[in-house]
């Protein structure tokens, strides 16, 4: 009695297995880890609250220098070439443009509202275990490869999975969240 709403090979074990808890996840329990937080005032910030920049000011560091922020949250068209955690508050959409150079990204999203991934993308955690925790929804829209099997993506509302996405890790979807898009 497991439906699926679209095709998808479904990985784990089903039926009579114990019942565990799961905790709740919450992007804020990683904000300290993060290597930069995008605030909900266009400023990039460092977890303990000291300004860097505010882009596209040409004095960003290179991982935050083509994120720019609107009211609708922040956006990137790029992924980081360097291992990056970023702590954003509000909405997060990333959506790398075509015709990147192939290889893997190390990156780990946290949001304090849903995160929206567009785009071919391989990922991997740049922050061990974590890769995309939003307080809202999680969407991904496009082929998304995760090979690292400790990759969590969790989701204060609902995940929401379209193309042909690889994921390997864990998925979690509380439904609990104050607001949901997908």
Do not use: N
Not at 63 to 89: I, K, Q
Not at 90 to 110: I, K, T
Request: glycine share 12%; proline share 9%.
């Amino acid at each position: 009695p497991h439906a699926l709403s679209s095709p998808a090979e479904v990985g784990g074990r089903f039926g009579h297995a114990r019942a565990i808890p799961i905790p709740d996840i919450h992007p804020a329990q990683f904000r300290d880890l993060a290597t930069f937080v995008m605030a909900t005032d266009g400023r990039v910030q460092t977890p303990a609250g000291d300004v860097l920049c505010q882009p596209p000011d040409e004095a960003c560091p290179p991982a935050v220098a083509l994120w720019r922020w609107t009211a609708d949250g922040w956006h990137s068209p790029a992924l980081p070439v360097s291992p990056t955690t970023f702590y954003v508050e509000g909405d997060a959409v990333m959506e790398p443009a075509a015709g990147l150079p192939a290889g893997q990204a190390a990156l780990s999203l946290l949001a304090t509202g849903s995160i929206t991934m567009r785009g071919e993308m391989h990922l991997r955690s740049a922050l061990p275990g974590v890769l995309l925790v939003a307080g809202g929804d999680v969407r991904v829209e496009g082929p998304l490869r995760a090979d690292a099997e400790e990759g969590l993506v969790a989701a204060g509302e609902q995940v929401a999975v379209m193309g042909a996405s690889r994921l390997a890790g864990v998925i979690l979807a509380a439904g609990t969240g104050a607001r949901s898009a997908v």
